[in-house]
């Protein structure tokens, strides 16, 4: 029996939506911003100007992969901070230029949007509207486009959903809201779909665009906002005024110049990587659908990430399905958020409909580029088996 | 001739209030994480348990050196960000609390204090009170005192100036303002002090306290605050919940852990860092104001960083200092705000009532572990011919 219990690198990693691993060209490229090329990109000389050469570069790069400008990227903490200074710098902006104080986004947001809409209503007295998805977890661009006001900030609806990996039809939202009332900003969350899924800013049409690093190779701890050139934004970390106001803070170059690597790595062979995923997805869906009785997937069947195989199991417990995977050495996420032990029923199978009972029977399997057949042979091994004993103990528990 | 143009490390690097190098042993602390244990520190099974327990561990040992509980530090992206939590959480919980809408602070904090109560101001309606300080940078605890209102929210005052090395009497200020006004929090931004000045929060008795990875040989992009069991504070990163609240974001584990190894590393050996540095900063300031004439020290004689020796040349541009320096591989600052090429006069030496043309000529040289007298011995070596270069330049120019 393998483990990750007593092993630095967990044997079969199959919850990539949670985090991937740094990928090793990634930690090549920002070494030498940490041990040598430290200086200061603010600073005159040319050791500072040789930091600021590294992020310049890593800007051009990052934005050639969106189809934007250099000017319209900026580099930030992490995903959920991408997020907060689209939602709360655009929806200050509007307030402060026009008097808009509405937002509309949908229920099946990260948490990342949802409490950042929710911070804007309860303490700066915005309203917002949480547009309603399917039972795939998709929203209607009608329905979406129907909930804008004439006071309307922003919307905010994301490309690939975190939990059960369906996709949004974002550019069509795009084009209805900006059909109903062509002043609204629309932001799209694709922290979930970078390295995955194409992303041109022109075709989506987006004002603002969050991403992570983290989901793509690159470390946890830098993100990138892209914002549309004119895009009345207000900066929410006030200071030096680096990243041309938007973000004050001396910038991560390390992690910047590995953001840059790493999204070059997976935009260079997107296709390459797209078809792995699909392959090992759908061996992962037929596989458990079929082995595993009362099992049903969740999310949209066709229009979802290319990595996110994610299921409900009737009558079992999310959490004692990964406690019990972990044993067997496989790595796996229930999709439901965890805080301190005790496991929440997802705000996004409840979005869709999911009964309560069921809804805590879920289960994420996300691959990555260095998952194998072998690992989902694995997974597809003893998964009956744990499912069976969890229900067992459910039932005489 | 050396030169830092060509070179990848710095041959003489005397601005080590800009940034720090990453110490050897923080990049070995920091790679693990990096390359195996790179899980998420908020999934169940032991892979994620593994990063989980690595923050833990980090967060252990910051309260310690600080004196404070684990509980009480808040890993943040930056000092920047630190100081914006601090702020910005404190009066929008204060406000929210009890309608408190007033601030106090100094006119000559860091930007990342005094643009985050700007914003305050321009966007949240607040109001603020700029305390003025002597022609040491020094703020007078009773001043400050005198400003806090019965609607004041918060006072900001920093532990040691970032351009002029001026420490302020921060214990002596939270008692005069927690005597005028008991409800009233105080926050320090100590970035500035970190790694060089004890830091214990109960001798400070200060509720919040802001600190940055980079300025103590950790890499940029990670910071602390320490909060106060208790002091009601606004999160500013909404979204999953981490940092039990109070900023949200996946953590960044290999950053942690770096700082907190190099938290430890600087204050296990305080006394012999303050010795060095202050052994060479006083041949700096004796050396510098016995070869360059006209020179004056900015700052208090005594009351100032170990590490910071800061100048006005009369009739010398900052920026041409820096630059004829860096061709002879000096790196330095000149203390004040440079941006897109311009040099704006620092807002501090104008804040300590130093003319304009004077303060135009601001040096600063800032010492770090790895300075040696041989360094010092170059600088002084060279300074006074690039003054007279800089000077005539002036006259003829």
Same mark, same amino acid.
């Given at each position: 029996?393998?483990?990750?219990? $007593? ?28 041990? $040598? ?17 590294? !992020? ?20 930030? *903490? ?56 399917? *039972? ?106 680096? $990243?041309? *106001? ?56 066709? $229009? ?18 990964? !406690? ?60 009956? *088996? ?12």
């Amino acid at each position: 029996m393998r483990t990750c219990l $007593e092993s630095s690198v967990p044997p079969i990693y199959l919850d990539h939506a949670a985090t991937t691993p740094v990928d090793p060209r990634v930690v090549e490229a920002m070494l030498p911003y940490v041990r $040598e090329g430290w200086g200061n990109p603010s600073s005159v000389y040319a050791h500072g100007r040789r930091a600021r050469r590294a !992020l310049d570069d890593a800007r051009d790069r990052v934005a050639n992969v969106l189809g934007a400008r250099a000017s319209e990227i900026v580099f930030t *903490g992490c995903g959920t901070e991408s997020d907060n200074l689209a939602i709360k710098g655009a929806a200050m902006a509007a307030r402060d230029l026009t008097g808009a104080r509405h937002i509309v986004t949908t229920t099946v947001e990260h948490h990342a949007v949802l409490h950042t809409v929710e911070w804007l209503q309860r303490h700066l007295g915005f309203e917002a509207t949480f547009v309603r998805v399917d *039972g795939w977890g998709r929203v209607d661009p009608a329905a979406v486009a129907d909930a804008v006001r004439d006071d309307t900030a922003l919307v905010s609806v994301m490309l690939a959903n975190n939990e059960v990996g369906t996709l949004q039809p974002v550019a069509e939202v795009v084009a209805a809201v900006k059909a109903r009332n062509p002043r609204v900003l629309v932001h799209t969350d694709a922290v979930q779909a970078g390295g995955l899924i194409p992303l041109d800013v022109e075709a989506l049409n987006v004002d603002l665009l969050a991403l992570s690093g983290h989901k793509f190779y690159a470390p946890k701890g830098v993100g990138v906002l892209y914002a549309r050139r004119g895009t009345p934004l207000l900066a929410q970390l006030s200071g030096g005024g680096q $990243e041309r *106001g938007w973000r004050s803070g001396t910038e991560n170059v390390p992690y910047v110049a590995g953001l840059a690597e790493a999204f070059d790595l997976a935009y260079a062979d997107l296709e390459g990587r797209s078809a792995h995923a699909t392959r090992l997805r759908d061996r992962l869906i037929h596989g458990v659908l079929e082995g595993v009785p009362d099992a049903t997937l969740t999310g949209h069947p066709s $229009e979802r990430m290319p990595n996110s195989a994610s299921f409900a199991i009737k009558g079992a417990d999310g959490e004692s399905l990964l !406690l019990n995977l972990d044993q067997e050495g496989i790595c796996a996420s229930s999709g439901s958020a965890c805080s301190a032990g005790s496991i929440e029923v997802s705000h996004v199978l409840r979005a869709m409909g999911v009964p309560d009972a069921i809804a805590r029977g879920s289960l994420r399997l996300t691959t990555g580029s260095e998952t194998t057949d072998a690992d989902v042979d694995r997974l597809l091994a003893v998964l009956p *088996g744990i499912v069976e004993r969890v229900r067992s103990a459910v039932l005489t528990g």
